[in-house]
């Protein structure tokens, strides 16, 4: 049984940094890809970043190349997501979602695993 639990949104104003956490809890003798999503109101969940098993392998959508960076912490079990320079259009709940396998897209139905969301908003 895999269980996502993310943490760290909130409430910040444009230009603002905020680091989301997702700790997971996964089977020791399998190899996870992890990935972040997210979905604004009236919107379709969308692929925001990925990263491999090793952690040597990352990848975003363009919207927020130069801004956000995923990195995980593999003896906390952790995958993090630094946003910086947030605007108000990266207002949303930001889902962790993880993967068996070494790679993981950015079609979320390659996504076994979902945690349960956290709520960003970015104000003007």
């Known amino acids: 049984q895999v269980q996502l639990v993310e943490s760290g949104g909130g409430l910040v104003q444009v230009g603002g940094s905020l680091r989301l956490s997702c700790v997971a809890h996964e089977s020791p003798s399998k190899n996870y890809a992890k990935a972040w999503f997210r979905q604004a109101p009236g919107k379709e969940r969308e692929f925001v970043a990925s990263?491999?098993?090793?952690?040597?392998?990352?990848t975003y959508t363009d919207s927020v190349k130069g801004r956000f960076t995923i990195s995980e912490d593999n003896a906390a079990n952790t995958v993090y997501l630094q946003m910086n320079s947030l605007k108000p259009e990266d207002t949303a709940v930001y889902y962790c979602?993880?993967?068996?396998?070494?790679?993981?897209?950015?079609?979320?139905?390659?996504?076994?695993?979902w945690g349960q969301g956290t709520q960003v908003t970015v104000s003007s």
């Open positions: 979602a993880s993967k068996e396998g070494y790679y993981g897209g950015r079609d979320r139905s390659e996504y076994e695993y």
């Open positions: 990263i491999s098993w090793s952690g040597g392998v990352t």
